[in-house]
């Protein structure tokens, strides 16, 4: 189906929002400790959940914790790709299952093979990021295939610059789903706005479930809409919080 460029869609006070950190709501760094929200996006953020009566979510293949340092704590926030998730003013609490300690360590010996690929564990989820080695990509990927098929519930998945193994549980199209069936989110339209392959699943939910998905920047998408770049979605936030 061809993906609308222009802005032929708009956020409405019963929608359910849940909005991809890292290429949505911030800039890609080199560096993925340096992303942070633009000053004021905070405000934004927080007067755009009291439009939606606090169906807002920060759905983020970033670690809970990590995703809680750099949003607002009013916020919903769904980290690990939904495997874990905060309410509003909830500090995020307990402990989340760590990966096979082999694929573990088959993966961290890959990551040292290439100076500038780096291995991130993010629970049960292995990050490995290349955009310091880019020439890296394909010969990574190969090489990642072949270590994680001993563990049957992993599978790979490409996103930009970088690699993620992970567990059929961390889905945030699942994740989505589940969110969808209670308070505050229940009843309302999905939209989902994110960038890339990892929102994929979370677009095919929140259509199926009768609501928007939004791909921001290029490539092949399932989502119907398209917003060009974060400056878009920033303007996008804007309007609706009408700040």
């Known amino acids: 189906m061809a993906v609308t460029t222009e802005r032929e869609f708009a956020l409405a006070s019963d929608d359910a929002l849940f909005l991809d950190f890292d290429g949505t709501l911030a800039g890609l760094q080199d560096d993925a ?16 959940a009291e439009r939606v009566g606090g169906a807002l979510a920060v759905l ?10 750099r949003v607002p704590s009013g916020l919903w926030r ?6 874990r998730r ?7 609490a ?3 299952a760590h990966a096979p300690a082999d694929l573990v360590a088959a993966l961290q010996i890959l990551a040292t093979r290439h100076p ?25 990927g190969e090489a990642l295939n072949r270590a994680i098929e001993p563990f049957a519930d992993y599978s790979l998945q490409h996103g930009k610059m970088v690699y993620e193994a992970k567990p059929s549980a961390a889905n ?15 009843g309302r339209r999905p939209v989902m706005i994110g960038d890339d392959t990892t929102d994929e699943d979370a677009f ?23 917003l060009t770049s974060v400056a878009d979605v920033h303007a996008l936030l804007r309007e609706f919080a009408s700040i």
Do not use: W
């Not at 400790?33 to 755009?48: A, P």
């Open 33 to 48: 400790d340096t992303v942070s929200l633009l000053s004021g996006m905070d405000k934004v953020l927080v007067s755009c």
């Open 172 to 186: 945030k199209g699942a994740c989505l789903t589940d969110a969808m069936s209670s308070a505050p989110f229940q």
């Open 86 to 92: 905060a309410a509003p003013n909830e500090t995020p």
């Open 78 to 83: 769904f980290g690990n790709h939904g495997l």
């Open 204 to 226: 095919s939910a929140a259509q199926s479930l009768g609501g928007l998905a939004i791909k921001v920047g290029e490539g092949p998408t399932v989502a119907h809409h398209r």
């Open 116 to 140: 500038g690929v780096q291995l991130e564990p993010k629970g049960p989820v292995l990050a490995v990021h290349y955009r310091a080695a880019p020439d890296v990509a394909h010969e990574l």
């Open 94 to 96: 307990g402990t989340i």
């Open 60 to 69: 983020s293949g970033r670690d809970l914790g990590d995703l809680s340092k």
